[in-house]
T-cell receptor, first 112, second 114 residues
Framework: GQQVMQIPQYQHVQEGEDFTTYCNSSTTLSNIQWYKQRPGGHPVFLIQLVKSGEVKKQKRLTFQFGEAKKNSSLHITATQTTDVGTYFCAGTTTSGTYKYIFGTGTRLKVLA | DTAVSQTPKYLVTQMGNDKSIKCEQNLGHDTMYWYKQDSKKFLKIMFSYNNKELIINETVPNRFSPKSPDKAHLNLHINSLELGDSAVYFC?????????????FGSGTRLTVV
């Protein structure tokens, strides 16, 4: 079936270090979104990417959509303790029964 | 002025009981969803309703029955609760079509079956 995998599953970084999570889909996606879920909280929408090769930035966060529209990445520069949480990608598929699939998530822990 | 609100926030109940979770959104979105998040944080869609019509019914035991009285409400009723139903259940809403711009999630209902 359709899957969206994220790596790594867990990441511990020292405050100030960079962090990247990768999202890989088994099928082509028409768009991709990223969400952040703080510990004990709910997923909060961060951004949507639609075009092949698209790159968007939000302050220290850089989001990229792959040329083949099957993968994406989220890069955080100089992490802060407020970046702690689980980051999910979610893709809208171009075919199949699922319209929207969430990735497996990457849990980020930032050590002060 | 909460956008997507779920009640209750916590639910502890015994095996075999029947329980309901309510969800309401005031965003004017036309689509609502129920997601289940397990202990490993995986988010799995259970149901999706568009303007009160069921459009996604994932492989979920038929003990789970959603009901949408209008497009602003989507409730989830669970019969004969089992230990494996323990999880966080999130309601979400979105606007489909060209104005689709991500899901807005409720704060979740942590269900514990003992």
């Amino acid at each position: 079936g359709q899957q969206v995998m994220q790596i790594p599953q867990y990441q511990h970084v020292q405050e100030g270090e960079d962090f990247t999570t990768y999202c890989n889909s088994s099928t082509t996606l028409s768009n991709i979104q990223w969400y952040k879920q703080r510990p004990g909280g709910h997923p909060v929408f961060l951004i949507q990417l639609v075009k092949s090769g698209e790159v968007k930035k939000q302050k220290r966060l850089t989001f990229q959509f792959g040329e083949a529209k099957k993968n994406s990445s989220l890069h955080i520069t100089a992490t802060q303790t407020t970046d702690v949480g689980t980051y999910f990608c979610a893709g809208t598929t171009t075919s199949g029964t699922y319209k929207y699939i969430f990735g497996t998530g990457t849990r980020l822990k930032v050590l002060a | 002025d909460t956008a997507v609100s779920q009640t209750p926030k916590y639910l502890v109940t015994q095996m075999g009981n029947d329980k309901s979770i309510k969800c309401e959104q005031n965003l004017g979105h036309d689509t609502m969803y129920w997601y289940k998040q397990d202990s490993k944080k995986f988010l799995k869609i259970m149901f999706s309703y568009n303007n009160k019509e069921l459009i996604i019914n994932e492989t979920v035991p038929n003990r789970f029955s959603p009901k949408s009285p209008d497009k602003a409400h989507l409730n989830l009723h669970i019969n004969s609760l089992e230990l494996g139903d323990s999880a966080v259940y999130f309601c979400a809403s979105s606007q489909e079509g060209p104005r689709f711009y991500g899901y807005t999630f409720g704060s979740g209902t942590r269900l514990t079956v003992v």
